[in-house]
């Protein structure tokens, strides 16, 4: 029997549906029709050759090709119950027991037959282990000694998996959010890396991706250098791919581990790809995911940051609404990726998620989106500023003050575009104020304090702006990061005519 036969056996009514659905709302035909044969013959399921005839209407050679093709893809596509219902096969530990109970052994045989087939093939430890203590204890009954230590023995290994998994979480959760963070030693670090490093190339797929994962979230969290290094560019390329084939593999029920290294790609990418191969690559990773069902009920932390990316991104290349043609020379497939990113925005701010605990993120994700905003009309700037104010005012008593540099770095750019000077010079003092003796992002630092000088020189053309602006201007040469900033100061002292 084909594995995608067994699954579909052992689906109850909801997850089949669930799973039907998915397949028409990806218009996945082929595989929807294979899947209902496969359901409308039960029990009694019929051969590969019956079957491809009742799905292409022949079994010679070339339809029996593309049949089988056809059974591993569909077989790919339980993904979607593996991440979004990972216990999709518990039920029939239930059905198992009842059968016994009922005297029918042969059909509990043949449901545990399947079932843990399917089981180990997903790494679904916890059912795998119930079926095997049910093999174990079924040997021992029937005086099979050397059944019942082989199942007991590979029940061991299970379990030795499922501790493995338990402790590369543990460990993520214990050193991935400490805040000493930039003390760390080399010796530190090296630590840290060597217990992941050790899981890479274990029997068990699940133990293997995560522990993959967790190596290069930790040179991420750390800013280790070596997160930008080709070596590290090769694994997340090749963790994609793994992740992509072996979807099926069962992990943590609410770990959505394929959106965390999509982010840690594209965080990779960022600084390396041109402006137009990045938004080709950013505006696929994100639409080509199916958001998992549990996101409804929490803030999606791995989205919000890839929105934060993609609104950077965007300020960084198209910061130039002081522009008069500005909205209307913008290319129409750039207002199409912002106007998509917007909609994502308004998405998650409208869930009623947002409780006393999420102050902080949610103020985030409301500047992401007003970063959005101001890159496009009068109105949405306007909407930016006034919701920036508001935001101000309605969160004075919570304690953000890492997100200053950015939120003000928004509202003062969105005074700017408004040519609401008297606006930028408030914006700025308290931006000054708030933020004395802090540490600050260089690139927004410097952003504020170049579109100020800006500003100051515009209303009341005295030299010492254009003189400060220079300044700032010869500390972007230096530093090879801030090489949009710099491009970003060229531009506004060439088109307002700065001169010392």
Same mark, same amino acid.
């Given at each position: 029997?084909?594995?995608? %036969?067994?699954?579909?056996?052992?689906?109850?009514?909801?997850?089949?549906?669930?799973?039907?659905?998915?397949?028409?709302?990806?218009?996945?035909?082929?595989?929807?029709?294979?899947?209902?044969?496969?359901?409308?013959?039960?029990?009694?399921?019929?051969?590969?050759?019956?079957?491809?005839?009742?799905?292409?209407?022949?079994?010679? !050679?070339?339809?029996?090709?593309?049949?089988?093709?056809?059974?591993?893809?569909?077989? #790919?596509?339980?993904? *979607?119950?593996?991440?979004?219902?990972?216990?999709?096969? %518990?039920?029939?530990? /239930?059905?198992? !027991?009842?059968?016994?109970? =009922?005297?029918?052994?042969?059909?509990?045989?043949?449901?545990?037959?399947?079932?843990?087939?399917?089981?180990?093939?997903?790494?679904?430890?916890?059912?795998?282990?119930?079926?095997?203590?049910?093999?174990?204890?079924?040997?021992?009954?029937?005086?099979?000694?050397?059944?019942?230590?082989?199942?007991?023995?590979?029940?061991?290994?299970?379990?030795?998996?499922?501790?493995?998994?338990?402790?590369?979480?543990?460990?993520?959760?214990?050193?991935?959010?400490?805040?000493?963070?930039?003390?760390?030693?080399?010796?530190?670090?090296?630590?840290?890396?060597?217990?992941?490093?050790?899981?890479?190339?274990?029997? &068990? $797929?699940?133990? %293997?991706? $995560?522990?993959?994962?967790?190596? /290069?979230?930790?040179?991420?969290?750390?800013?280790?250098?070596?997160?930008?290094?080709?070596?590290?560019?090769?694994?997340?390329?090749?963790?994609?791919?793994?992740?992509?084939?072996?979807? *099926?593999?069962?992990?943590?029920?609410?770990?959505?581990?394929?959106?965390?290294?999509?982010?840690?790609?594209?965080?990779?990418?960022?600084?390396?790809?041109?402006?137009?191969?990045?938004?080709?690559?950013?505006?696929?990773?994100?639409?080509?995911? !199916?958001?998992? #069902?549990?996101?409804?009920?929490?803030?999606?932390?791995?989205?919000?940051? @890839?929105?934060?990316?993609?609104? &950077?991104?965007?300020?960084?290349? @198209?910061?130039?609404?002081?522009?008069?043609?500005?909205?209307?020379?913008?290319?129409?497939?750039?207002?199409?990726?912002?106007?998509?990113?917007?909609?994502? /925005?308004?998405?998650?701010?409208?869930?009623?998620?947002?409780?006393?605990?999420?102050?902080?993120?949610? +103020?985030?994700?409301?500047?992401?989106?007003?970063?959005?905003?101001?890159?496009?009309?009068?109105?949405?700037?306007?909407?930016?500023?006034?919701?920036? !104010?508001?935001?101000?005012?309605?969160?004075?008593?919570?304690? *953000?003050?890492?997100?200053?540099?950015?939120? *003000?770095?928004?509202?003062? +750019?969105?005074?700017?575009?408004?040519?609401?000077?008297?606006?930028?010079?408030?914006?700025?003092?308290? @931006?000054? =104020?708030?933020?004395?003796?802090?540490?600050?992002?260089?690139?927004?630092?410097?952003?504020? =304090?170049?579109?100020?000088?800006?500003?100051?020189?515009?209303?009341?053309?005295?030299?010492?702006?254009?003189?400060?602006?220079?300044?700032?201007?010869?500390?972007?040469?230096?530093?090879?990061?801030?090489?949009?900033?710099?491009?970003?100061?060229?531009?506004?002292?060439?088109?307002?005519?700065?001169?010392?």
């Amino acid at each position: 029997m084909l594995s995608i %036969q067994k699954v579909i056996l052992l689906l109850d009514d909801h997850h089949f549906n669930e799973f039907k659905t998915h397949l028409k709302e990806s218009n996945a035909e082929l595989p929807l029709t294979l899947i209902n044969q496969i359901r409308k013959d039960s029990w009694n399921q019929k051969e590969s050759d019956i079957l491809c005839k009742a799905v292409y209407g022949s079994k010679d !050679e070339k339809s029996k090709k593309k049949f089988f093709q056809l059974v591993h893809y569909t077989f #790919r596509l339980t993904s *979607f119950l593996s991440r979004n219902h990972p216990c999709y096969l %518990q039920h029939n530990i /239930c059905l198992i !027991e009842q059968n016994i109970n =009922k005297g029918e052994l042969e059909k509990a045989n043949k449901i545990a037959e399947i079932l843990l087939d399917v089981a180990e093939k997903i790494e679904d430890f916890s059912t795998s282990i119930a079926i095997l203590k049910y093999y174990a204890q079924q040997a021992f009954i029937t005086e099979n000694k050397t059944s019942a230590i082989k199942h007991h023995q590979r029940i061991s290994e299970l379990l030795r998996y499922e501790h493995i998994v338990n402790q590369i979480y543990l460990y993520m959760r214990q050193n991935l959010n400490f805040k000493g963070k930039s003390s760390l030693t080399d010796k530190e670090m090296q630590e840290h890396l060597s217990f992941y490093n050790k899981y890479r190339n274990s029997e &068990s $797929l699940s133990v %293997q991706l $995560l522990s993959r994962f967790a190596y /290069c979230q930790t040179l991420n969290y750390l800013n280790d250098q070596a997160f930008y290094s080709r070596e590290t560019e090769e694994e997340l390329d090749a963790l994609t791919d793994d992740l992509e084939k072996n979807g *099926f593999v069962i992990f943590s029920f609410s770990d959505d581990i394929q959106l965390n290294v999509d982010y840690l790609k594209l965080k990779h990418l960022i600084y390396k790809l041109s402006k137009d191969d990045l938004q080709k690559e950013a505006a696929a990773m994100i639409k080509k995911r !199916e958001p998992l #069902r549990f996101w409804k009920n929490y803030v999606n932390t791995p989205e919000i940051i @890839y929105l934060s990316i993609q609104a &950077s991104y965007y300020l960084t290349h @198209y910061c130039y609404g002081y522009r008069k043609d500005y909205n209307e020379s913008l290319p129409k497939e750039v207002k199409t990726q912002i106007a998509f990113y917007k909609g994502k /925005c308004e998405e998650i701010l409208a869930k009623p998620i947002w409780n006393e605990g999420l102050y902080v993120r949610y +103020i985030n994700l409301n500047n992401i989106y007003c970063g959005f905003l101001i890159l496009g009309t009068k109105e949405e700037i306007k909407k930016a500023t006034e919701k920036l !104010e508001s935001l101000l005012v309605n969160f004075q008593q919570i304690a *953000f003050q890492r997100l200053y540099d950015a939120l *003000f770095a928004t509202l003062l +750019i969105g005074y700017f575009y408004l040519n609401d000077h008297e606006g930028v010079q408030e914006c700025y003092k308290r @931006y000054e =104020k708030l933020t004395a003796g802090a540490s600050k992002n260089i690139e927004n630092d410097i952003t504020i =304090k170049s579109i100020y000088y800006v500003s100051q020189w515009i209303n009341t053309k005295r030299k010492q702006y254009a003189e400060k602006l220079l300044a700032v201007y010869k500390k972007t040469q230096e530093n090879d990061k801030l090489k949009h900033v710099e491009t970003l100061i060229k531009d506004m002292i060439t088109y307002y005519e700065i001169q010392n």
